[in-house]
Each structure stands twice: as C-alpha cells, then as structure tokens.
C-alpha cells in the first residue's frame, strides 16, 4: 500500500523492494507519479477566475504612474476637492506678495529714528506731553524711493522669482487635480 513515500525501504531503495511489490509497475516511479497527481489541482472541483474585458483595461492606459495617481487621489480627498485646494494656493500666493510688499514698506518706507525718538519730525514742537504718531514716522513717495538700497531690490526680484516658480506650480497642481476631479 501506498504510505505517501515515508516507508523504509529495507533493500537500500532498489526498484525490487518488497513493500513496494504490490503496488504495480516498479518501486519510486510509482510514488513520483502519485504524489504528482496528489498536488494537481483536482479538475472535478470549479475554479473561478475573473476575466477583465479588454475595453475596461484601456481606462488605466493613459496613466503611467499609478501609485501617484492614487497619492494625488487621496489628496483630492483629504482636501475636500478641487475648489478648496486651489483657493489655498491662491490664498498662499496672495499672503505671499502681502508679506513681500508689507516687508518692503517697513524696511523703506518707516523712518525708525523719528519712531523710537532718536531724532524729531521738521514740523513738531517737542513737549513732553506730545506723542509722535505713526503718520509722523511714515516718509513720503519719494523719500521711500531713495532709501530702496540694492540689498531691498536684489531680495525683491529673488522673491519675485520665488513667487513665479510657485505660480507655476499651483498652476501644474491645477490641471493634476482637473484630471482627478474628472476621475471622480
């Protein structure tokens, strides 16, 4: 009988062996023949196996890279949908020039040594008792012309620079998630 190939074999495994005698045809190539039937799949039992269409396949064609596909899926997702992620960018853009102008304004536009007292306006009386205002440290159009220095210019069009490169950018994000606002 057949064992599942564990039997001893006490002749030294020749083809002869007596406990393989019965069996038929001659020792180890029966058991080989066996145990290869035994992992085959049974053909009796059903199988079942999912056919995708080719018509359905052409879907995914036109992307090349489905794991960022699915990153800027989950994005669109998480930031609840195209409006609300480009009116972020718009508003960071928007923050973005506010600093950069503002910034600009106070490093040429503030005379500090009239705010802090160090020296007083041509037009006031000094009095212990009157206060300088923000009007009175504020210089004017053309006084802000002239203290723009190098410095202030070279950082303004780095900045500028810097703002084109993100424009561009929030631009390249957009039409991303266009095509994933049409996915959905």
């Known amino acids: 009988p057949f064992t599942g190939g564990l039997e001893e074999r006490g002749d030294g495994g020749g083809q002869g062996s007596s406990s393989n005698s019965g069996c038929g045809g001659g020792g180890g190539v029966f058991m080989d023949e066996e145990r290869d039937e035994d992992l085959s799949p049974d053909p009796h039992t059903s199988m079942v ?10 879907r995914w064609n036109h992307i090349e890279d489905l794991d960022s596909f699915f990153t800027r899926v ?77 410095q202030l210019v070279v950082t303004i069009i780095a900045a500028s620079v810097f703002w084109l490169m993100r424009f561009g950018h929030a631009c390249y994000t957009f039409f991303q998630f266009w095509e994933i606002k049409q996915f959905f």
């Not at 056919?51 to 052409?58: A, C, G, L, Q, W």
């Open 74 to 150: 989950y994005q669109y997702h998480q930031n609840h949908g195209l409006l609300c992620m480009m009116l972020q960018q718009v508003f960071e853009l928007a923050q973005f020039i506010f600093i950069m102008v503002f910034t600009s304004f106070l490093v040429a536009c503030v005379d500090y040594d009239i705010l802090f007292r160090n020296k007083f306006p041509s037009d006031f009386h000094y009095n212990q008792t009157d206060k300088i205002t923000l009007p009175d440290a504020i210089r004017t159009h053309a006084q802000c012309m002239e203290h723009f220095s190098w």
């Open 49 to 58: 196996f999912h056919v995708v269409p080719k018509s359905s396949k052409s």
